[in-house]
């Protein structure tokens, strides 16, 4: 009768957690993905609101493709918070694939003035531009991939022209 309590204590207690840690073991993990900004314009202009359109470059550097289902970032300026946004977007990366995705950006008029204050026409602007891609999962993928980026816009050569 030990000898039955035994292996039904090993059977149900000792070993389905040492199975749960073997299997995480199987899963391949997802590096995040490399992201760069392609475009920014802007598309209105509110008095309270600015609202911008962002195009971003997805790299997948995995050997397995995921699909986007949806994305929410943060876009700082010079080291100030400058505008946020989300998206319900389905795109498919191929593995070692590139895509880019457009986003709708929303910032205060104010986050917009913080951030390009002091300014000088000729200084290169410095980005940083982070936040979470929710894929399609599975088992044993993840759901959310945190991303970040930096980089500089080189302003030199743009002009404002007057009509």
Known sequence: MRTQLRYALIIFIILPPLLLNGC????KRLEPPRITLANIQVQELKVFESIFQVEIRIF?????PFEIKGIDC????NDRKFASGVANTKIKIPAFGTTTVPLVLYSSVLDVLKSLQGFKQKE????KFSGKIHIVSGFLVPGIIPFRSDGQISLEGITAENR
């Not at 290169?124 to 980005?127: A, E, G, M, R, S």
């Open 24 to 27: 995480a073991g199987l899963g």
């Open 60 to 64: 997948n550097t995995n050997d397995m």
């Open 124 to 127: 290169d602007l410095k980005y």
């Open 74 to 77: 943060d876009l700082e300026l």
